[in-house]
């Protein structure tokens, strides 16, 4: 996943910037995205540590222009139905951005936790 | 049938006191003006080879419709304008191991050839799951319904 608006870079040309905000993209000066990390969402996860990061999630890249990458976010809403026929999802503001996948922060691994059996090997199957 | 009816992700987010009536929610294009809203319902996973292929069940709230009468933050919406049922399938590099997580868990890196590859027995298990919980998406009528739906 790359950076997003909401994650605070300083953009490296007003250029850049003006481009970013239009693209709703935020930028950092050292090209330093997350590809295709849907887990990790920039607020949650500072600059610093994903420079810092070892694994294939953070990737640095030398291009000239603003990086537009698809990305994927997943967020957490409060749910009530309204009637028989209706829903309502509402974002839930203190954890309105979550990471879905990731050993350490994945809503995916962390319900498997709990699952686990003890001594369970591959293959393993799980809903 | 309820479109939840069955969901695996609404009773594990319920089981959670952080998380108690909650739903996941999926921003698929973030990055365009029109707005992809896709409610997880199910997750399914198979963990072999230190991969995992992931089977999601989603429900379509927004299909790349436009954003002016769209409250992102506040979404209601009627049973039938939801879309679904649709899947979609991801892979991770992480596993299961003596009992413990095992890798990752990340999903590999951006490429235009990454698409999950499924061999026979994942894919035939993730049919199994899709047959179990939404019958109609495998039968004659499913086809109906898509050859309707591309008349359209």
């Known amino acids: 996943m790359v950076t997003t608006a909401s994650f605070a870079v300083p953009h490296t040309t007003a250029a850049d910037a003006a481009i970013a905000q239009t693209r709703n993209i935020a930028m950092d000066p050292e090209r330093v995205v997350v590809t295709a990390v849907p887990h990790i969402t920039a607020a949650a996860v500072p600059l610093a540590r994903l420079a810092s990061m070892s694994s294939k999630a953070v990737s640095k890249r030398v291009t000239l222009g603003p990086t537009i990458e698809t990305a994927m976010v997943y967020s957490l809403y409060r749910r009530t139905n309204i009637g028989k026929n209706s829903t309502r999802c509402e974002r839930d503001k203190k954890e309105n951005k979550i990471s879905l996948l990731g050993c350490n922060n994945g809503i995916i691994p962390w319900f498997l936790g709990f699952k686990v059996p003890p001594n369970q090997n591959e293959p393993y199957r799980w809903h | ?152």
């Open chain 2, 1 to 152: 049938m309820s479109r939840t009816a069955g969901t695996d992700v609404l009773p594990e987010l319920n089981a959670q006191p952080d998380y108690r009536g909650g739903t996941l929610i999926i921003n698929l294009k973030p990055k365009q003006n029109n707005v992809s809203l896709y409610e997880v319902l199910d997750v399914w996973r198979w963990s072999q080879n230190d991969w995992t292929p992931i089977l999601l069940r989603l429900n379509g709230l927004f299909t790349d419709d436009r954003p002016e009468t769209i409250n992102r933050e506040d979404v209601v919406r009627a049973d039938a304008d939801i879309s679904g049922p649709i899947y979609e399938f991801l892979y991770l590099t992480g596993s299961v191991k003596n009992g413990k997580l095992h890798g990752p868990w990340t999903p590999p890196n951006a490429s235009p050839t990454n698409a999950a590859l499924l061999w026979p027995e994942t894919l035939n298990y993730f049919f199994q799951c899709i047959r179990e919980r939404t019958p109609e998406v495998l039968s004659a009528r499913g086809e109906k319904n898509t050859a309707a739906i591309a008349a359209a």
